[in-house]
């Protein structure tokens, strides 16, 4: 038999590893809630039709026992009428215009279906902690551009650091699904640049990640647009590849000359058949492959990923900070995963440290033609099927 529930009971109700209810021996149906956090709430459960439906009643200490137990019994009441109050709480949710409840609606419709737990859990946490209790009570309608900056501002200079980021990619895809939606005209998070820059040195672009930068890539001007499939499509350093001479492309393959790489190793790139024709497309003038002066190459690399970035923003408007040197250690981290033996990937890179340092440098001298080919191939095959 379970025991009714005493008011001294429910204020010594202690928090556990996972989710309680606990319920009222007195009036069936009644639960409290206490979460891992300690947070104490009621809750009634009810049958409509064949399903099992539940109804949130509100949180203790505001709603006492008495006060739950009467609001419990005014919402069976209403079940035995034949209404559905859960149902009923939802829909006048759906007419109200208050940022806790349009960003309920976002995390229980949007994120349960549309992206993965941990994302939702991510969105879920930053409305908790940092955007609700600023913005509780207010309409979604009438906040502005300058909310948003002055919220992750805040975050930003009060020491959240790179945290302040993923606050306003949540913010950001809320107003975004609430555009779609029609709850308001225009997004006030559209267009607001990151208020942390984040220098990562491991940040390895998954395959949606990269299926939107290669989307990205094709709004961006010309030779722009060029210079940065290249970059994906080779995974050669930046000014390496900014600094293309037409005299360096031999047949199908970029040959580097020693005073051009980093390491001071001549370095031989094998052209798959899309780089190829991605630099075939370039006018011939001057020396250089990327060039907008025909006299110098292509420079200005921060406004072209300024560019780049507002071009992802517009696909995957959620993406985290990257770098373009991020895309190198992408090719050579989804090249170990297309099987791609790591001492191919190496020579692929032009690294002359790992299995190539050494005395083994100095003796092994191959440099693995073929197999350097077939894995900018096979790359350049990884990359066209994600958008497919």
Known sequence: MTTRLTDRAVESARAAD???EIPDGLLAGLYLIV???????????????????KATLGR????RLADARRLARETLISVAEG???GAEKIAKRDDTFEWQHVAERFLATYCAQKVRQSTATEYARAFKLHVTPRWRGRDVRRITRRDVVALVDG??????GAGANRVLAAVRKLFSWAVERSIVDASPA???GAPVKEL?????LNDAELAAVWAAMLRLPSPNREFAQILVLTGQRRDEVAGMRWEELVGSEWRLPAGRTKNGRAHVVPLAPVAGTTIAGLPTHGDFVFTTTGRTPISGHSKIKARLDAAVGMVAPDMPPWRLHDLRRT?????????IALHVVERCLNHVSGSFGGVVGVYQRHEFADEKRAAFEAWAAHLEGLGS
């Open 18 to 20: 996972k989710r309680r």
């Open 35 to 53: 979460q891992p956090s300690g947070a104490k709430s009621w809750a009634v459960r009810y049958r409509n039709g064949s399903r099992t439906r």
């Open 60 to 63: 203790y200490p505001a709603i």
């Open 83 to 85: 209404r559905d109050p």
């Open 155 to 160: 975050l930003a200079e009060g020491g959240m």
């Open 190 to 192: 559209a267009g607001i």
């Open 200 to 204: 990562s040195r491991d940040r390895v």
């Open 331 to 339: 090719f050579a981290t989804k090249c170990a995963e297309l099987g």
